[in-house]
């Protein structure tokens, strides 16, 4: 099996704005190992949120190669197809957390399974498996506006593993977390990491971006350098 989960070679993304073209990927060339840490870096407009897009299968890239988990999306990028595959392979952590405020923990959890058909035994027991495993057992019944914010945030961590994604991509996943809550789940992503799970994740925090073993610092749509910590 081939080692690299990510691979891209000249990908760009180009948007149409006023007449004019604007750049947010404009030839990256990047790989990512199965099992790797790693954050994204750059100014705004540097095209952070737009990789994070084409990785999570939310956009397509308008020219160069991507692969991920062997998928060559260049080569067929059929709707079904893609959204079969983010729903196996792909999980998402929000900045906003992105929990629905009438359902519990363990029901906000479970949502993912319900969308691919699980019975209703077998998501409520992977649910509860992941809200133990973020350290929430003892908060399944428990709304979000019952928790606090770390502990919201250890719930979308919850849900996004529930699936079994051999990806979980976050964005900000500390912006809206005071620094008590943000080292809880910089924790929890370094045990995640050191279970074998792939993680990217975009911040413009340093302090979130050290944890990672290598840091992706992108400038004007280019890979500016990489980082790689010891």
Same mark, same amino acid.
Not at 141 to 162: D, F, I, K, T
């Given at each position: 099996?081939?080692?690299?989960?990510?691979?891209?070679?000249?990908?760009? !993304?180009?948007? #149409? &704005?006023?007449?004019?073209?604007?750049?947010?990927?404009?030839?990256?060339?990047?790989?990512?190992?199965?099992?790797?840490?790693?954050?994204?870096?750059?100014?705004?407009?540097?095209?952070?949120?737009?990789?994070?897009?084409?990785?999570?299968?939310?956009?397509?890239?308008? +020219?160069?190669?991507?692969?991920?988990?062997? @998928?060559?999306?260049?080569?067929?990028?059929?709707?079904?197809?893609?959204?079969?595959?983010?729903?196996?392979?792909?999980?998402?952590?929000?900045?906003?957390?992105?929990?629905?405020?009438?359902?519990? %923990?363990?029901?906000?959890?479970?949502?993912?399974?319900?969308? #691919?058909?699980?019975?209703?035994?077998?998501?409520?027991? !992977? +649910?509860?498996?992941?809200?133990?495993? &973020?350290?929430?057992?003892?908060?399944? !019944? @428990?709304?979000?506006?019952?928790?606090?914010?770390? #502990?919201?945030?250890?719930?979308?961590? +919850?849900? %996004?593993?529930?699936?079994?994604?051999?990806?979980?991509?976050?964005?900000?996943?500390?912006?809206?977390?005071?620094?008590?809550?943000?080292?809880?789940?910089?924790?929890?992503?370094?045990?995640?990491?050191?279970?074998? #799970?792939?993680?990217?994740?975009?911040?413009?925090?340093?302090?979130? +971006? !050290?944890?990672?073993?290598?840091?992706? @610092?992108?400038?004007?749509?280019?890979?500016?350098?990489?980082?790689?910590? %010891?």
């Amino acid at each position: 099996m081939d080692s690299a989960l990510i691979r891209l070679e000249g990908l760009c !993304r180009h948007y #149409q &704005v006023g007449g004019e073209t604007v750049r947010a990927l404009d030839g990256l060339d990047l790989e990512l190992a199965r099992g790797d840490y790693a954050a994204i870096m750059g100014p705004s407009g540097s095209g952070k949120s737009t990789l994070m897009n084409i990785l999570g299968c939310l956009d397509r890239p308008t +020219a160069g190669s991507c692969w991920l988990d062997g @998928h060559a999306l260049h080569e067929n990028w059929d709707d079904g197809v893609v959204s079969r595959l983010r729903g196996r392979l792909i999980g998402f952590v929000f900045q906003t957390f992105n929990l629905l405020p009438r359902l519990d %923990a363990l029901e906000n959890v479970e949502l993912p399974l319900v969308y #691919q058909g699980v019975s209703a035994p077998e998501r409520r027991e !992977r +649910a509860r498996r992941c809200l133990e495993r &973020v350290g929430l057992g003892d908060r399944l !019944r @428990h709304r979000p506006m019952e928790l606090s914010g770390g #502990q919201r945030q250890r719930v979308a961590v +919850a849900r %996004a593993l529930v699936t079994d994604p051999g990806l979980l991509l976050a964005d900000e996943p500390t912006g809206n977390l005071d620094s008590r809550s943000t080292a809880e789940i910089l924790d929890l992503m370094d045990g995640l990491h050191a279970e074998g #799970q792939t993680l990217v994740l975009v911040t413009h925090e340093d302090e979130v +971006a !050290r944890r990672a073993r290598r840091v992706i @610092h992108l400038r004007d749509g280019r890979l500016e350098r990489v980082d790689l910590r %010891a």
